[in-house]
């Protein structure tokens, strides 16, 4: 089993990352890092400000974008049905009406289509 933290070089991917990775190390399973960052900006220790290979965490896993797969939301659901996964974590923003009409919203396809809970949070 495994959860999966999608991952943006945002205030609200690394927060995902961090909770992710706490929850990972409770529970004793695998972390998965999606990068669903569109600009391509990777993730290491650095970038999330986390030791990822920290204590109690069996496993960790970052997974860089993919060549095949263009949206963010597909990645993440399809990664999630692949590892059985147990729970995905989130960072959600606000965003305007307008935005969210002309991005569409990627957080929202997560929340409905996920096959496991899905946990939002905001970056404080």
Known sequence: MA????????????????????????????LVVVNIDSNGSGIGTEASGLDLTGTGTSRV??????????DAADLVLQTQQEL????????????SRVGKLIMGSHAQRILIEADCPVLTLKAV
């Open 3 to 30: 959860i999966v933290a999608c991952y943006t070089n945002t205030p609200e991917g690394h927060a995902a990352v961090a909770r992710a990775h706490q929850e990972s190390s409770r529970l004793g399973e695998e």
């Open 84 to 95: 059985n996964a147990t729970l995905i974590v989130l960072g959600l923003r606000r965003r």
């Open 61 to 70: 896993r970052v997974l860089p974008p993919s060549p095949s797969i263009h």
